[in-house]
T-cell receptor
Framework: GQQVMQIPQYQHVQEGEDFTTYCNSS?????IQWYKQRPGGHPVFLIQLVKSGEVKKQKRLTFQFGEAKKNSSLHITATQTTDVGTYFC???????????FGSGTQLTVLP | DVKVTQSSRYLVKRTGEKVFLECVQD?????MFWYRQDPGLGLRLIYF???????EKGDIPEGYSVSREKKERFSLILESASTNQTSMYLC???????????FGAGSRLTVL
């Protein structure tokens, strides 16, 4: 079946440093989404990428979808303590409405 | 404020008990999903439903069943709970033709 791998599993950064998490799929995706889960909370939708090579920005967050639509990344510039949480990518194939989630990257920001 | 509500935040059950996890959404969404979340494994899809009385198996359906008698309600059933079903269970919904998920707060189940 479809697999979505995400690395790293954990990342500790000093406040102000940059952070990147990477997502790779074993199959071509129709779209990829990113979610953030704060400690003790539930996943919250951040963004969806659909087009090959697409880049989207949300303030300090930059999301990319690879040309082959099999990989994606989330980059945070100058991390803040409010960025703490686990970031998940999730992809779907074809017209499927169900998502396959990566294992997540748990970000810790040290003040 | 639209939302997905899970009836129990924390449950403790004994091995062999029947467990019901309830989920209700007020967004008139057609699609509903049950995931379980375990450290290092991310979110794994148990069952999903695209319509009332309809259900489809996800990636890890063994040991679980579901019920969707009304559009807004999707129940997860553990017929005979086992210790390896100790986990966080997340319900989610999405509107017809889309797959952006809105999650509930989660139900943390411990099976002793």
């Amino acid at each position: 079946g479809q697999q979505v791998m995400q690395i790293p599993q954990y990342q500790h950064v000093q406040e102000g440093e940059d952070f990147t998490t990477y997502c790779n799929s074993s199959t071509t995706l129709s779209n990829i989404q990113w979610y953030k889960q704060r400690p003790g909370g539930h996943p919250v939708f951040l963004i969806q990428l659909v087009k090959s090579g697409e880049v989207k920005k949300q303030k300090r967050l930059t999301f990319q979808f690879g040309e082959a639509k099999k990989n994606s990344s989330l980059h945070i510039t100058a991390t803040q303590t409010t960025d703490v949480g686990t970031y998940f990518c999730a992809g779907s194939r074809g017209s499927a409405r169900q998502l396959t989630f990566g294992s997540g990257t748990q970000l810790t920001v040290l003040p | 404020d639209v939302k997905v509500t899970q009836s129990s935040r924390y449950l403790v059950k004994r091995t062999g008990e029947k467990v019901f996890l309830e989920c209700v959404q007020d967004m008139d969404h057609e699609n509903m999903f049950w995931y379980r979340q375990d450290p290092g494994l991310g979110l794994r899809l148990i069952y999903f439903s695209y319509d009332v009385k309809m259900k489809e198996k996800g990636d890890i359906p063994e040991g679980y069943s579901v019920s969707r008698e009304k559009k807004e309600r999707f129940s997860l059933i553990l017929e005979s709970a086992s210790t390896n079903q100790t986990s966080m269970y997340l319900c989610a919904s999405s509107r017809k033709g889309a797959n952006v998920l809105t999650f509930g707060a989660g139900s943390r189940l411990t099976v002793l």
